[in-house]
C-alpha cells in the first residue's frame, strides 16, 4: 500500500459579505460552475467594518468586497472582473451568450446594475448622504427604481426569453438578482417591473441560485 496521501484539490477562497450584492453576484456564479471554493465572511458594519483592517486593505484598497484568492495566491477584485475570469478558466456552463448581440446585451444590463444602480445605493455612500442630513433610504429607492425601471424598458425591446438574455441565466440575470433583493430592503415598488419579477421567480428555482442567497450563507444575520 502506497502511503502518499493524496494531493488536496486547491480551492479558491472567496472573501465578502452575506448581503453584499457585488459578493452575491461572484457566488452565484462560482455555484453556476460547479467551482469548488472557500468562502471567508468580511463584516462590513462590525467595529467599523472589517474590509477597512489592514489585511483586507492589502487585498484590496479601496476597501470593498469581493476579493477572490486564486491557487496561486493572486487577488482579483470587482466582481465582473471576477466573473470573467472564471468565464474564462471554467467556460462551461457559459454565463455569456455566444451570440454577439446577446452577449452585448447582456453585459450592457450587467453595467446598469453595476456601475448604474448599485454604487448609488452602496454602502459607504448612503453612510455619507445621512452625514449629511438627507434621507438614506429615500436616496437609495429613487436611484434602485430608476434603474430598474430603464432594464424593464429595455428588455421590452428584446425577444422575450426566459431569463434577461436567453434560455439559460447570463451575467446579467446574475446582476439583477441581488438588486431586486435590495429593491425589496427599499421598498421599492415592484408592481412596476413585472418581467424582471418574473425573471427572478424562475432564477429563484435553480439550485446555484438558492446556494448562493444571502439566508444561506455563514454569515448571515436572519
Not at 79 to 87: G, T, V
Not at 97 to 111: D, K, S, V
Not at 137 to 153: F, K, P, Q, V
Request: glycine fraction near 4%; charged fraction near 20%; hydrophobic fraction near 40%.
Amino acid at each position: 500500500m502506497s502511503d502518499i496521501l493524496p494531493t488536496p484539490t486547491p480551492q479558491l477562497i472567496l472573501r465578502g459579505y452575506w448581503r453584499s450584492s457585488a459578493t452575491w453576484r461572484v457566488r452565484i456564479a462560482l455555484h453556476y460552475k460547479s467551482i469548488p471554493f472557500q468562502y471567508i465572511p468580511i463584516h462590513l458594519v462590525r467595529d467599523g467594518g472589517e474590509q477597512h483592517s489592514a489585511q483586507e486593505l492589502a487585498r484590496n484598497p479601496l476597501a470593498q468586497v469581493p476579493t477572490l484568492e486564486l491557487d496561486s495566491g493572486v487577488i482579483l477584485t470587482q466582481s465582473l472582473a471576477i466573473i470573467d475570469y472564471l468565464e474564462s478558466v471554467h467556460p462551461n456552463p457559459s454565463l455569456y451568450p455566444t451570440n454577439p448581440l446577446e452577449r452585448a446585451r447582456a453585459i450592457q444590463i450587467a453595467e446598469v446594475i453595476n456601475a448604474g444602480i448599485q454604487p448609488l445605493q452602496n454602502l459607504s455612500l448612503l453612510l455619507k448622504v445621512g452625514a449629511l442630513g438627507f434621507d438614506k433610504a429615500g436616496w437609495g429607492r429613487e436611484y434602485i427604481e430608476r434603474g430598474l425601471l430603464a432594464i424593464e424598458s429595455m428588455i421590452s425591446d428584446y425577444p422575450k426569453h426566459p431569463f434577461l438574455i436567453g434560455e439559460a441565466p447570463s451575467i446579467a440575470d446574475l446582476c439583477l438578482i441581488p438588486q431586486l433583493y435590495n429593491a425589496r430592503r427599499f421598498k421599492v415598488n415592484l408592481d412596476l417591473i413585472p418581467r424582471l419579477c418574473e425573471i427572478e421567480t424562475l432564477c429563484q428555482e435553480l439550485t446555484p441560485f438558492k446556494r448562493a442567497h444571502p439566508d444561506s450563507q455563514v454569515d448571515a444575520q436572519l
